[in-house]
């Protein structure tokens, strides 16, 4: 790509080598020791599977530890991969998870919004 490179030059070019990592092969608690980073990892793991929704308890497991602005992030990207969650069955996970943030609004409140919508009032209400 760079022609003829001198000898001394050469361990300063560029490489544009990548490294894939199938996340599906990696037990959980060996993603990483570090809570958000692992919970992001977790989010990127489950979001293509289609049983996602049976997951969301594994995926959101970490949610307690996290700051709302990274929780909301997470449900973002859950929202809008290609796996559909109920937003009902995502304010149950929340509220199984972060109890203390998921009771200021009621399942009734839910009908008829997505998982942003959910993500963004329970950082509204946190703050």
């Not at 289609?50 to 996290?66: F, K, M, N, R």
């Not at 796996?83 to 008829?112: C, K, Q, W, Y």
């Amino acid at each position: 790509m760079f022609g003829c490179v001198p000898e001394p030059l050469r361990p300063y070019l560029p490489t544009f080598r990548h490294a894939l990592v199938d996340l599906a092969q990696i037990d959980d608690r060996s993603l990483s020791a570090e809570t958000r980073l692992r919970a992001f990892l977790k989010a990127l793991k489950y979001s293509r599977r289609a049983d996602l929704p049976d997951c969301i308890d594994v995926v959101l497991a970490e949610a307690p530890g996290l700051e709302e602005k990274d929780l909301f992030v997470i449900l973002t990207y859950l929202d809008k991969g290609p796996v559909a969650v109920e937003s009902e069955l995502m304010h149950e996970a929340l509220h199984r998870l972060v109890p203390e943030t998921a009771s200021n609004f009621e399942a009734s409140d839910l009908a008829g919004i997505s998982v942003v919508r959910l993500a963004q009032k329970v950082r509204i209400t946190s703050c």
